[in-house]
């Protein structure tokens, strides 16, 4: 039996089953349109307690089935093909060994080779053989058609190779089988604490406003709580340190934190709308990163918005009338504008704390809520102080209470997730002069 001196932490023992009184829902009955919508949001989807402060999902996606073309040989000694490829002629295609390069060709597929500039010359081939050799690797093709695309048009210009079926002769026996790997994924538990302190003087005063002075405080202090758990699901990132008392220190990483590179974008510095207004450009930036956001998963998604993009866009509609709104109400009364796209519908809700900040108030943040999971290993549950009750001397001479969970986001296929900026330039003042331009 292994003895542990001094405080025990999860590093040190597994984690208890036990599971206090959840505070959770209550933060969403006493703000069903407050700073906590995605608390709120979040305790409508599907959650589960955790066994560690890590916790892991699994995801697959769409393969690729593509492979970027690097060279294209018309022999095994390495000629370089120029053209005139016939039905039947065997080209070596090179492209590089990878997660999605030749390692999602086999023999037998049926592969189209493009040149992504120009699709009215592609070509139809069959694969003959895959040899893997890192960023040498070939793809031995058959031509099921004539490259007579003419010299600077044609197959010597090719840079991608997709599959797009497979071919079997009668009587064939069964080719062989490719299996994809699901993607590994991780995020922390992060500990929230929010505390209250009054002497023991001050509960027993009399106050004016209703309430008493504890129950006043022990609801601000609840509502702190929500409002610093909001920040980190939105704002915060993935860490894992040793903190000052010696112990593991954990941040769980928001949903921001998730938004992949491509899918971020700022009308302020997207080079294609340079030298562009928001009131001439605006709307052909959106539907740029629109496109890209609603390739993947369903065609629905929510937006978390300040009111200056909300002002952005009411500004562009009045002037060119290209985007629908609809007013609606969803759950617990909470209002929200519906926008239909031509590529999905959104759901937008301008949200105190992207309002509140002025850096994120001209902001949009879109996701799929049915891709988030709320993950604990304790629910929102009070930590209340009974030293007055009892009578303790040792104690200080009031109470210091408070609201503790441990809890983190398992957040979903990343592609389908969205950060936008620089709505409207930016500011309310930029309107006069966009509209003194135009």
């Known amino acids: 039996m292994q003895a542990f001196l001094n405080m025990r932490s999860s590093a040190s023992h597994a984690d208890s089953d036990f599971r206090p009184k959840s505070w959770r829902e209550k933060i969403l009955r006493m703000y069903p349109n407050g700073s906590v919508s995605l608390t709120a949001l979040t305790a409508l989807m599907p959650s589960s307690m955790v066994t560690d402060p890590q916790f892991h999902w699994f995801e697959k996606g769409l393969p690729p089935q593509a492979a970027t073309v690097t060279a294209v040989k018309s022999d095994q000694a390495g000629t370089d093909y120029v053209s005139g490829g016939v039905a039947g002629q065997v080209l070596y295609i090179t492209a590089t060994e990878e997660t999605t390069g030749v390692s999602e060709f086999r023999q037998g597929h049926q592969v189209l080779l493009r040149d992504s500039s120009n699709l009215t010359v592609d070509v139809?081939?069959?694969?003959?053989s895959v040899t893997k050799n890192g960023t040498t690797s070939t793809i031995a093709v058959k031509l099921l058609?004539?490259?007579?695309?003419?010299?600077?048009?044609?197959?010597s210009d090719c840079d991608r190779i997709l599959i797009i079926g497979n071919i079997n002769p009668e009587g064939s026996q069964m080719p062989d089988s490719i299996a994809y790997d699901p993607d590994k994924k991780y995020n922390y538990t992060q500990i929230f604490r929010t505390s209250l302190s009054l002497?023991?003087?001050?509960?027993?005063?009399?106050?004016?406003?209703?309430?008493?002075?504890y129950q006043e405080a022990k609801r601000d202090c609840l509502e702190r709580h929500g409002i610093e758990m909001e920040k980190a699901f939105l704002w915060g990132i993935m860490t894992e340190f040793t903190g000052e008392n010696g112990q593991p220190e954990r941040t769980t990483g928001g949903v921001c934190s998730f938004v992949p590179s491509e899918n971020r974008s700022d009308y302020r510095t997207d080079s294609d709308f340079d030298g562009f207004t928001w009131m001439q450009a605006g709307g052909e930036w959106l539907n740029k990163w629109l496109e890209v956001c609603f390739r993947y998963g369903s065609k629905n998604r929510t937006a978390y918005v300040g009111s200056g993009t909300m002002l952005a866009l009411n500004k562009y509609v009045e002037q060119r009338g290209q985007f629908q709104f609809t007013p609606k109400t969803i759950s617990y009364g909470i209002k929200i504008t519906e926008w239909v796209t031509p590529f999905g519908s959104i759901d937008m809700y301008i949200h105190?704390?992207?309002s509140f900040e002025p850096s994120n108030r001209y902001s949009m943040l879109l996701f799929d809520p049915a891709n988030i999971r709320y993950n604990y290993i304790d629910d929102t549950y009070f930590q209340a102080d009974s030293s007055l009750k009892e009578g303790s001397w040792v104690n200080i001479d009031g109470i210091k209470e408070g609201f503790l969970t441990?809890?983190?986001l398992e957040v979903h296929h990343a592609s389908t997730l969205m950060l936008l900026n620089g709505f409207g330039y930016g500011s309310y003042e930029s309107f006069r002069v966009i509209q003194m331009k135009d």
């Open 199 to 213: 002497t023991r003087t001050r509960m027993r005063t009399k106050v004016r406003y209703g309430s008493s002075a």
């Open 145 to 155: 058609e004539a490259d007579d695309n003419g010299v600077g048009n044609d197959l």
């Open 352 to 354: 105190p704390l992207f």
């Open 406 to 408: 441990e809890c983190g």
């Open 124 to 128: 139809n081939a069959k694969v003959l």
